[in-house]
């Protein structure tokens, strides 16, 4: 009968993955978090410059484009509620256009949430929560994929602020020179003007894939039916759901396709 060899301990095997591992340089610090947040911050300045230098030249004075950009802080939706109120749209109906294009935030809490493994502080989520853009979340969830161990509170709170201090500076820098400052350089105040709606369409011409054809298709054709028949509100509504419908759609087909190929 053989006896197992004593003189060679028995070593567990980790069962950790590498993405549980601990991260070399230890937890993410807020310093971090100010020095990852600059491409961020040098992407916000000239579109939120633009938006003070078009709420200031729609009616809007310094401290209300200011204050939209404190509260709202909501890049495209700024545009839109100031171009509503302007026409002289309704309080309600700007606001719900705008609430039905940021519809897409509700998402970003959860989806960061089940990636967060460390217990959160409360007041300290109020306040990166709040500056949960777009960019940020992209930032925090590339963050969390890399490695869980490195994301911290206060990281992502030096993302969220030194973003949104950028977009409310870029404002008021907009709505300081869009009084009167500008009207000898007219190309750049044409340039600045025209700045998001050149960035939009730079999203659209890369979301213009095969993949995404079925959905750009349907929020362009809700989109045009809402603005001939209908008001711009409507014309904005529509094409969210036309677009939303379409991916709901595609990804029913999708999955049908797929249980079929299996079968």
């Known amino acids: 009968m053989q006896t ?5 301990p028995d070593i567990p ?12 340089n230890g937890i993410s610090s807020f310093k971090e978090g100010i020095f990852d947040s600059l491409p961020i911050v040098i992407g916000y300045a000239p579109i939120s410059f633009a938006f003070g230098l078009s709420a200031v030249k729609l009616g809007f004075t310094p401290l209300e484009a200011i204050f939209f950009s404190c509260v709202i802080y909501a890049g495209a939706s700024q ?4 171009a509503l109120l302007s026409a002289g749209m ?27 493994k460390q217990p959160l502080a ?35 709170i030096a993302i969220a602020l030194c973003s949104w201090l950028s977009w409310v ?3 008021v820098a907009g709505t300081v020179l869009g009084n009167g400052y500008l009207d000898s350089y007219p190309a750049i105040e044409a340039a600045m ?50 677009g939303c ?9 999708a999955q049908l396709n797929k249980s079929t190929s299996y079968d």
């Not at 011409?205 to 711009?232: D, E, H, M, P």
């Open 193 to 242: 003007t025209f700045m998001l709606p050149a960035l939009f369409l730079s999203f659209l011409l890369a979301s213009v894939k095969k993949q995404n054809s079925y959905c750009v298709t349907a929020s362009l054709l809700g989109t045009l039916v809402g603005v001939i028949f209908f008001s711009i509100p409507i014309a904005i509504l529509a094409g969210i759901m036309g």
């Open 169 to 171: 500076l870029g404002t």
């Open 4 to 8: 197992p060899d004593k003189s060679t």
């Open 245 to 253: 419908l379409a991916a709901l759609l595609q990804a029913k087909n």
């Open 13 to 24: 095997i980790s069962d950790t993955s590498p993405l549980e591992e601990p991260h070399p």
């Open 90 to 116: 309704s309080l309600w109906v700007s606001a719900l256009t705008v609430m039905a294009m940021d519809i897409r935030h509700i998402l970003y809490g959860p989806a960061l949430r089940y990636r967060i």
């Open 122 to 156: 409360e007041k300290k989520t109020v306040i990166w929560a709040f500056g949960l853009t777009d960019e940020v979340f992209a930032a925090a969830t590339t963050k969390l994929i890399k490695n869980q161990r490195s994301w911290s509170e206060n990281w992502m």
């Open 79 to 82: 545009f839109v509620i100031t």
